[in-house]
Protein backbone atom coordinates (compact mmCIF):
# COMPACT_ATOMS: atom_id res chain seq x y z
CA UNK A 1 0.00 0.00 0.00
CA UNK A 2 1.29 4.04 -0.53
CA UNK A 3 2.45 5.28 1.91
CA UNK A 4 0.19 7.66 4.38
CA UNK A 5 0.73 11.23 5.56
CA UNK A 6 -0.71 9.43 8.87
CA UNK A 7 -0.59 7.29 11.36
CA UNK A 8 -3.17 5.77 13.26
CA UNK A 9 -3.68 7.19 16.63
CA UNK A 10 -3.43 3.79 18.21
CA UNK A 11 -0.10 3.02 17.11
CA UNK A 12 2.95 4.11 20.01
CA UNK A 13 4.61 7.11 18.86
CA UNK A 14 7.93 8.11 21.61
CA UNK A 15 6.01 11.42 22.39
CA UNK A 16 2.81 10.14 23.77
CA UNK A 17 -0.49 10.48 22.84
CA UNK A 18 -1.53 13.53 21.56
CA UNK A 19 -5.37 12.78 22.82
CA UNK A 20 -6.55 10.94 25.79
CA UNK A 21 -9.54 9.89 24.03
CA UNK A 22 -8.97 6.14 23.08
CA UNK A 23 -9.93 4.72 19.58
CA UNK A 24 -12.83 3.09 18.14
CA UNK A 25 -12.73 0.62 16.96
CA UNK A 26 -16.13 0.11 16.65
CA UNK A 27 -18.89 2.44 17.50
CA UNK A 28 -21.67 0.79 19.78
CA UNK A 29 -25.11 1.12 18.35
CA UNK A 30 -26.34 3.99 19.82
CA UNK A 31 -28.42 7.06 17.78
CA UNK A 32 -26.66 8.53 15.01
CA UNK A 33 -23.33 6.79 14.91
CA UNK A 34 -25.01 2.87 15.12
CA UNK A 35 -22.87 0.67 12.51
CA UNK A 36 -19.99 3.96 12.74
CA UNK A 37 -16.53 3.04 13.17
CA UNK A 38 -14.18 5.98 13.52
CA UNK A 39 -9.94 6.08 12.76
CA UNK A 40 -8.43 8.34 14.46
CA UNK A 41 -5.17 9.56 13.07
CA UNK A 42 -2.37 12.10 13.31
CA UNK A 43 -1.77 14.00 10.17
CA UNK A 44 1.50 15.25 9.92
CA UNK A 45 -0.20 18.63 7.94
CA UNK A 46 -3.51 19.68 7.80
CA UNK A 47 -3.17 22.76 5.34
CA UNK A 48 -2.97 20.77 1.92
CA UNK A 49 -2.25 22.83 -1.03
CA UNK A 50 -3.97 22.13 -4.39
CA UNK A 51 -1.45 22.57 -7.06
CA UNK A 52 -2.61 23.87 -10.62
CA UNK A 53 -6.41 23.75 -9.22
CA UNK A 54 -8.38 26.29 -11.74
CA UNK A 55 -11.27 26.63 -9.66
CA UNK A 56 -10.42 29.18 -7.29
CA UNK A 57 -8.90 27.14 -4.24
CA UNK A 58 -5.31 26.24 -3.89
CA UNK A 59 -5.30 25.30 -0.24
CA UNK A 60 -8.14 23.18 1.39
CA UNK A 61 -8.39 21.41 4.54
CA UNK A 62 -10.21 18.28 5.41
CA UNK A 63 -10.33 17.29 8.81
CA UNK A 64 -12.46 13.69 8.07
CA UNK A 65 -11.65 11.25 5.16
CA UNK A 66 -14.73 9.17 4.14
CA UNK A 67 -18.20 10.32 4.59
CA UNK A 68 -21.48 9.50 6.40
CA UNK A 69 -23.26 11.35 3.36
CA UNK A 70 -22.83 8.24 1.56
CA UNK A 71 -23.76 9.74 -1.65
CA UNK A 72 -23.51 7.09 -4.62
CA UNK A 73 -21.63 9.77 -7.11
CA UNK A 74 -18.99 10.98 -4.57
CA UNK A 75 -15.78 11.35 -6.18
CA UNK A 76 -13.64 11.27 -3.10
CA UNK A 77 -14.50 7.48 -2.60
CA UNK A 78 -11.47 6.23 -3.79
CA UNK A 79 -9.27 7.91 -1.53
CA UNK A 80 -10.46 5.11 1.03
CA UNK A 81 -8.73 2.58 -1.46
CA UNK A 82 -5.50 4.30 -0.51
CA UNK A 83 -6.39 3.01 3.25
CA UNK A 84 -6.86 -0.84 2.21
CA UNK A 85 -10.90 0.21 2.49
CA UNK A 86 -13.51 -0.20 -0.15
CA UNK A 87 -14.58 2.64 -1.99
CA UNK A 88 -18.39 1.92 -0.94
CA UNK A 89 -19.41 0.75 2.21
CA UNK A 90 -16.06 1.26 4.35
CA UNK A 91 -15.97 4.97 2.87
CA UNK A 92 -19.48 5.24 3.94
CA UNK A 93 -18.96 3.67 7.28
CA UNK A 94 -15.47 3.71 8.62
CA UNK A 95 -14.62 7.31 8.86
CA UNK A 96 -11.13 8.80 9.18
CA UNK A 97 -10.80 12.07 12.20
CA UNK A 98 -7.96 13.94 12.01
CA UNK A 99 -7.93 14.53 15.63
CA UNK A 100 -4.88 16.92 15.68
CA UNK A 101 -6.52 18.97 13.29
CA UNK A 102 -6.93 21.97 15.42
CA UNK A 103 -3.83 22.25 16.76
CA UNK A 104 -1.94 21.54 13.55
CA UNK A 105 -3.80 24.39 12.27
CA UNK A 106 -2.95 26.72 14.85
CA UNK A 107 0.95 26.01 14.47
CA UNK A 108 0.55 26.23 10.31
CA UNK A 109 -1.11 29.67 10.47
CA UNK A 110 2.20 30.65 12.68
CA UNK A 111 4.46 29.69 10.52
CA UNK A 112 6.27 32.48 8.66
CA UNK A 113 5.65 31.16 5.39
CA UNK A 114 2.06 31.03 5.93
CA UNK A 115 0.98 34.29 3.67
CA UNK A 116 -3.01 33.79 5.03
CA UNK A 117 -4.52 32.44 1.78
CA UNK A 118 -7.82 31.43 1.20
CA UNK A 119 -8.40 27.96 2.67
CA UNK A 120 -11.66 25.80 0.97
CA UNK A 121 -13.07 23.15 3.19
CA UNK A 122 -15.63 20.43 2.05
CA UNK A 123 -13.83 20.23 -1.28
CA UNK A 124 -13.20 16.13 -0.54
CA UNK A 125 -15.37 15.53 2.10
CA UNK A 126 -18.09 17.08 4.26
CA UNK A 127 -16.84 18.98 6.88
CA UNK A 128 -19.98 19.21 8.62
CA UNK A 129 -20.83 15.32 7.78
CA UNK A 130 -22.46 13.22 11.33
CA UNK A 131 -19.16 12.75 12.72
CA UNK A 132 -18.65 16.78 13.46
CA UNK A 133 -21.77 16.59 15.69
CA UNK A 134 -19.25 14.29 17.81
CA UNK A 135 -15.63 15.65 16.75
CA UNK A 136 -16.24 19.37 16.74
CA UNK A 137 -13.34 19.63 14.59
CA UNK A 138 -14.83 22.08 11.90
CA UNK A 139 -16.17 24.21 15.08
CA UNK A 140 -12.21 24.17 16.12
CA UNK A 141 -10.83 24.70 12.65
CA UNK A 142 -13.33 27.63 12.39
CA UNK A 143 -12.42 29.09 15.65
CA UNK A 144 -8.69 29.35 14.98
CA UNK A 145 -9.83 30.61 11.14
CA UNK A 146 -11.23 33.25 13.17
CA UNK A 147 -8.80 34.69 15.29
CA UNK A 148 -6.49 34.38 12.99
CA UNK A 149 -8.94 36.61 10.77
CA UNK A 150 -7.70 33.80 7.73
CA UNK A 151 -10.41 33.92 4.62
CA UNK A 152 -12.08 30.47 4.23
CA UNK A 153 -15.04 29.29 2.53
CA UNK A 154 -16.92 25.92 3.24
CA UNK A 155 -18.66 23.78 0.75
CA UNK A 156 -21.89 21.38 2.68
CA UNK A 157 -24.85 19.35 2.63
CA UNK A 158 -25.46 19.58 5.90
CA UNK A 159 -27.87 21.91 8.02
CA UNK A 160 -25.67 21.40 11.07
CA UNK A 161 -23.36 24.30 9.18
CA UNK A 162 -26.25 26.78 11.44
CA UNK A 163 -24.66 25.41 14.69
CA UNK A 164 -21.37 27.72 14.18
CA UNK A 165 -24.15 30.63 12.34
CA UNK A 166 -22.91 32.98 14.88
CA UNK A 167 -18.97 32.02 14.78
CA UNK A 168 -19.74 32.19 10.73
CA UNK A 169 -21.20 35.86 11.22
CA UNK A 170 -17.92 36.93 13.73
CA UNK A 171 -15.43 35.52 10.97
CA UNK A 172 -17.72 37.31 8.38
CA UNK A 173 -17.05 40.41 9.83
CA UNK A 174 -13.63 40.10 9.78
CA UNK A 175 -12.32 38.69 7.09
CA UNK A 176 -13.54 37.34 3.46
CA UNK A 177 -16.14 34.14 4.48
CA UNK A 178 -18.33 31.99 1.56
CA UNK A 179 -20.30 29.36 2.65
CA UNK A 180 -21.67 27.19 -0.60
CA UNK A 181 -24.61 24.57 0.25
CA UNK A 182 -24.88 21.85 -2.33
CA UNK A 183 -28.47 21.20 -3.51
CA UNK A 184 -28.09 19.40 -6.91
CA UNK A 185 -32.26 18.66 -6.70
CA UNK A 186 -35.34 19.00 -4.68
CA UNK A 187 -36.58 16.20 -6.17
CA UNK A 188 -37.57 13.77 -3.34
CA UNK A 189 -37.39 10.49 -5.14
CA UNK A 190 -33.74 11.76 -6.26
CA UNK A 191 -32.17 13.10 -3.14
CA UNK A 192 -33.38 9.62 -1.36
CA UNK A 193 -32.06 7.16 -3.95
CA UNK A 194 -28.45 9.16 -4.28
CA UNK A 195 -27.76 11.11 -1.06
CA UNK A 196 -29.05 8.86 1.51
CA UNK A 197 -27.46 10.27 4.47
CA UNK A 198 -27.86 14.07 3.56
CA UNK A 199 -30.35 16.77 5.33
CA UNK A 200 -33.66 16.92 3.47
CA UNK A 201 -33.01 19.43 0.27
CA UNK A 202 -35.45 22.15 1.69
CA UNK A 203 -33.86 22.22 4.82
CA UNK A 204 -30.78 22.96 2.77
CA UNK A 205 -32.61 26.20 1.47
CA UNK A 206 -33.79 27.20 4.95
CA UNK A 207 -30.20 27.13 5.87
CA UNK A 208 -29.25 29.27 2.54
CA UNK A 209 -31.55 31.70 4.09
CA UNK A 210 -30.18 31.58 7.66
CA UNK A 211 -27.09 32.22 6.88
CA UNK A 212 -27.58 35.12 4.36
CA UNK A 213 -29.93 36.48 7.15
CA UNK A 214 -26.32 36.72 9.38
CA UNK A 215 -24.36 38.41 7.48
CA UNK A 216 -22.81 35.05 6.00
CA UNK A 217 -22.21 35.41 2.47
CA UNK A 218 -24.30 32.14 0.72
CA UNK A 219 -24.90 30.70 -2.17
CA UNK A 220 -25.78 27.17 -3.89
CA UNK A 221 -23.95 24.67 -5.80
CA UNK A 222 -25.75 22.33 -7.35
CA UNK A 223 -24.01 19.58 -7.76
CA UNK A 224 -24.13 17.22 -9.52
CA UNK A 225 -27.16 17.22 -11.75
CA UNK A 226 -27.60 13.73 -12.39
CA UNK A 227 -28.77 13.59 -16.71
CA UNK A 228 -32.01 11.47 -16.61
CA UNK A 229 -32.35 11.85 -13.36
CA UNK A 230 -32.34 15.80 -12.08
CA UNK A 231 -31.79 17.23 -15.56
CA UNK A 232 -35.47 17.94 -16.44
CA UNK A 233 -35.86 21.61 -16.61
CA UNK A 234 -38.53 21.94 -14.56
CA UNK A 235 -36.20 20.43 -11.84
CA UNK A 236 -33.91 22.78 -12.07
CA UNK A 237 -36.17 25.50 -12.33
CA UNK A 238 -37.52 24.11 -8.78
CA UNK A 239 -34.22 24.16 -7.35
CA UNK A 240 -32.93 27.96 -8.75
CA UNK A 241 -36.24 29.43 -7.81
CA UNK A 242 -36.35 27.96 -4.23
CA UNK A 243 -32.20 29.24 -3.71
CA UNK A 244 -32.62 32.72 -5.02
CA UNK A 245 -35.91 33.16 -2.98
CA UNK A 246 -33.67 32.20 -0.24
CA UNK A 247 -31.10 34.93 -0.80
CA UNK A 248 -28.77 32.67 -2.72
CA UNK A 249 -25.45 35.30 -3.41
CA UNK A 250 -24.93 32.96 -6.54
CA UNK A 251 -26.70 29.87 -8.02
CA UNK A 252 -23.71 27.62 -10.31
CA UNK A 253 -23.76 23.93 -11.24
CA UNK A 254 -21.99 21.00 -12.26
CA UNK A 255 -23.11 18.28 -14.60
CA UNK A 256 -21.94 14.54 -13.01
CA UNK A 257 -19.09 13.04 -13.03
CA UNK A 258 -17.89 9.65 -13.01
CA UNK A 259 -13.89 8.86 -12.55
CA UNK A 260 -12.09 5.24 -11.62
CA UNK A 261 -13.47 4.13 -8.45
CA UNK A 262 -16.63 5.77 -8.03
CA UNK A 263 -18.17 4.83 -11.52
CA UNK A 264 -18.69 1.23 -10.37
CA UNK A 265 -19.92 2.33 -6.75
CA UNK A 266 -22.52 4.44 -8.92
CA UNK A 267 -23.38 2.21 -11.18
CA UNK A 268 -24.71 -0.66 -8.44
CA UNK A 269 -26.56 1.84 -6.86
CA UNK A 270 -28.24 2.81 -10.17
CA UNK A 271 -29.16 -0.88 -11.08
CA UNK A 272 -31.41 -1.03 -7.40
CA UNK A 273 -32.94 1.98 -7.52
CA UNK A 274 -33.57 3.09 -11.53
CA UNK A 275 -32.39 0.06 -12.99
CA UNK A 276 -33.46 1.21 -16.32
CA UNK A 277 -30.78 3.68 -16.75
CA UNK A 278 -27.85 1.68 -16.39
CA UNK A 279 -27.07 0.95 -19.62
CA UNK A 280 -27.76 4.61 -20.59
CA UNK A 281 -25.23 5.51 -18.02
CA UNK A 282 -22.43 2.91 -18.87
CA UNK A 283 -22.70 4.14 -22.53
CA UNK A 284 -22.65 8.02 -21.34
CA UNK A 285 -19.44 7.75 -19.44
CA UNK A 286 -18.10 4.21 -21.17
CA UNK A 287 -14.79 5.52 -21.96
CA UNK A 288 -14.53 8.79 -20.15
CA UNK A 289 -15.31 10.00 -16.48
CA UNK A 290 -16.22 13.79 -17.64
CA UNK A 291 -19.46 14.30 -19.77
CA UNK A 292 -19.08 16.05 -23.17
CA UNK A 293 -18.34 19.91 -22.58
CA UNK A 294 -21.12 20.77 -25.17
CA UNK A 295 -23.18 18.84 -22.38
CA UNK A 296 -22.07 20.99 -19.41
CA UNK A 297 -22.23 24.15 -21.60
CA UNK A 298 -25.72 23.29 -22.29
CA UNK A 299 -26.39 22.82 -18.81
CA UNK A 300 -24.50 26.46 -17.97
CA UNK A 301 -26.97 28.36 -20.86
CA UNK A 302 -30.20 26.51 -19.34
CA UNK A 303 -29.42 27.16 -15.54
CA UNK A 304 -27.66 31.06 -16.24
CA UNK A 305 -31.19 31.42 -18.11
CA UNK A 306 -33.33 29.99 -15.12
CA UNK A 307 -31.20 32.15 -12.76
CA UNK A 308 -31.79 35.64 -14.82
CA UNK A 309 -35.69 34.56 -15.37
CA UNK A 310 -35.80 34.72 -11.47
CA UNK A 311 -33.76 37.85 -10.73
CA UNK A 312 -30.68 36.52 -9.95
CA UNK A 313 -27.21 37.33 -11.46
CA UNK A 314 -25.82 34.49 -13.28
CA UNK A 315 -22.06 33.74 -12.27
CA UNK A 316 -19.03 34.13 -14.09
CA UNK A 317 -17.09 30.71 -14.65
CA UNK A 318 -13.57 29.56 -14.76
CA UNK A 319 -12.16 27.60 -17.69
CA UNK A 320 -12.67 23.83 -17.12
CA UNK A 321 -9.93 21.72 -18.28
CA UNK A 322 -11.35 19.73 -21.56
CA UNK A 323 -12.65 16.41 -20.80
CA UNK A 324 -10.41 13.48 -21.04
CA UNK A 325 -10.84 9.88 -20.78
CA UNK A 326 -10.94 7.95 -17.59
CA UNK A 327 -7.79 9.83 -15.40
CA UNK A 328 -5.57 7.49 -13.62
CA UNK A 329 -6.23 7.47 -10.26
CA UNK A 330 -3.78 10.11 -8.13
CA UNK A 331 -1.46 9.13 -5.41
CA UNK A 332 -2.37 9.16 -2.25
CA UNK A 333 -1.32 11.68 -1.14
CA UNK A 334 -3.20 14.06 -3.45
CA UNK A 335 -6.20 16.36 -2.70
CA UNK A 336 -8.67 15.04 -5.42
CA UNK A 337 -10.73 18.37 -6.65
CA UNK A 338 -14.43 19.03 -7.06
CA UNK A 339 -14.49 19.52 -10.53
Not at 219 to 240: H, I, K, T
Not at 297 to 318: C, E, I, K, M
Amino acid sequence: MTSLRWELAERPKDQGTLFDEPVFEREPGRGEFRGIEFLHVRSRRIINEVKGAPFGFRFTINAYRGCTHACTYCFARPTHTYLDLDADEDFERRIVVKTNAVALLRSELAGRRWAGDMIAMGTNTDPYQRAEGKYRLTRGVLEVLTEAANPFSILTKSTLVLRDLELLAEAASRTDVRVNLSIGTLDEAVWRATEPGTPHPARRVEAVERLNAAGVPCGVLMAPVLPELSDAPDQLEAVVKACLGAGARSVSTVLLHLRPGVKDVFLRHLATTHPALVDTYRRRYRDRAYAPRADQQALDTLVNDLVHRHGGTPPSRPRRPDPQPNPPPPPADTQLTLL
